[in-house]
């Protein structure tokens, strides 16, 4: 079945950066397209970024444009968000999911998350 570990979460300071990786299995990695989502304290999951199934065409929300990079290993069926200048307000649970923007919610198929903590 499908399966999406995220990992490489933590604690950082404002300016820090973190890098997240997604491990999956269980479908063929390199056909799909995949999105980062994420959670923040009392609020509902966000899309963040995608990326299609060659590792081309990343898209971000304006909030993480130009401090967060999507990214993708086939070879290793493995998805990673490198995230740079990090803000408090980027707290939340991150998930990786199965899909791009517009499918990734029908699809349904996303992991169990990695907290990552900006301290204010």
């Known amino acids: 079945q499908v399966q999406l570990v995220e990992s490489g979460g933590g604690l950082v300071q404002p300016g820090g950066s973190l890098r997240l990786s997604c491990a999956t299995s269980g479908f063929t990695f390199s056909t799909f397209s995949m999105s980062w989502l994420r959670q923040a304290p009392g609020k509902g999951l966000e899309w963040i970024s995608d990326?299609?199934?060659?590792?081309?065409?990343?898209y971000y929300v304006p909030s993480v444009k130009g401090r967060f990079t999507i990214s993708r290993d086939n070879d290793k069926n493995t998805l990673y968000l490198q995230m740079n200048s990090l803000k408090p307000e980027d707290t939340a649970v991150y998930y990786c999911?199965?899909?791009?923007?517009?499918?990734?919610?029908?699809?349904?198929?996303w992991g169990q998350g990695t907290q990552v903590t900006v301290l204010s």
């Open positions: 999911a199965l899909g791009g923007e517009s499918s990734w919610s029908v699809v349904g198929a």
């Open positions: 990326i299609n199934s060659a590792g081309g065409n990343p």
